[in-house]
């Protein structure tokens, strides 16, 4: 299956109350093992690739290579997206003309205005493209990829314009921030959520920072609007130890066990049970069929 926009997905989520999940990929590994897992369990999945990531695997149009030779390969039949994560003016661009399905384009450190004449722009060119976009409205607190965000809230009134302007979908900041969570986290907003969702209606909406949110709170949001969430640490973090442990008990060490085949294996298989993991509490295994 070819790639395809995020759109259709989360309507279809935002109308069936589950989430579908962005994994971030960062190298063949990764979304080889995202893409597997999306097949077994059946559920419509979305790629995601921040900017620096796109630079470490030498290039958008390489990775829109791999990504459509893997489809075609692996004999992909789930719905995929191939989204720019918190993209820049010139990082949406240089997306679309590489062949990607879906960008975000973050204008949240803009002027609100700039923002929306930028936003306004870039739907233009996706709605001719058949593509998806996705906007923000309130930084997302954490750090990705020298995007920092203090995770102020959004304003209810700014999503509802940027809304307005035709995005596919929104990130809200409600309190959510990248990477690990520290143990003093006062938690999700859902008063603003809920303000957010009575404004937009049937947009579908994103929670970025997936990592470390306990499962109760994503059920909550997802049932406020929330139809598509954000995952990257998670992965890393269980392809580190995985990874680790493999060279802790000196496997390298055995045989050809240094050879990178090996060595990225037991990653990888990591990778796919916590995306099974995480398709499981979104709700969105079986939704392909």
């Known amino acids: ?17 589950y989430a579908v999940g962005q994994f971030n990929i960062n190298n063949l590994e990764w979304t080889k093992a995202i893409l597997l897992t999306a097949e077994e369990l059946k559920s419509p999945v979305i790629l995601g690739v921040s900017e620096g990531a796109g630079k ?9 290579g791999m990504v459509n030779g893997m489809l075609e390969e692996l004999n992909i039949t789930v719905p995929v997206a191939l989204h720019l994560d918190h993209g820049s003016y010139a990082g949406a661009k240089a997306c679309i003309e590489a062949g990607f399905s879906s960008i975000m384009f973050d204008g949240s450190s803009l002027p609100f205005d700039e923002n929306v004449e930028k936003t306004k722009e870039l739907v233009a060119t996706c709605n001719e493209l058949g593509m998806s976009i996705e906007a923000e409205v309130g930084s997302i607190g954490g750090e990705e990829d020298g995007v920092v965000g203090m995770g102020e ?5 700014e999503c509802k314009a940027i809304a307005d302007l035709g995005v596919t979908m929104l990130a809200a900041g409600i309190g959510n921030i990248h990477g690990k969570y520290p143990e003093n986290w006062a938690g999700l907003q859902f008063d603003v959520l809920d303000d957010i969702q009575k404004l937009t209606g049937d947009m579908p909406l994103v929670l970025h920072g997936g990592t470390g949110i306990p499962d109760e709170m994503i059920q909550k949001a997802i049932n406020l609007g929330v139809s598509k969430i954000n995952v990257n640490t998670d992965c890393q973090l269980v392809f580190a130890e995985a990874t680790r442990k493999y060279i802790e008990e000196g496997k390298d060490l055995q045989g050809k066990g240094f050879d990178p085949r090996k060595l990225l294996a037991p990653g990888t298989e990591a990778i796919k049970a916590k995306v099974k993991e995480r398709m499981e509490v979104f709700g969105s295994i079986g939704k392909a069929e």
Do not use: F, N, R, W
Not at 1 to 17: F, Y
């Open 1 to 17: 299956m070819a790639l395809v926009s995020a759109k259709e997905m989360l309507q279809k989520a935002k109308a069936g109350h």
């Open 56 to 64: 470490y695997m030498c290039g958008y149009k390489t990775i829109v």
């Open 153 to 157: 809230c959004a304003d209810p009134k």
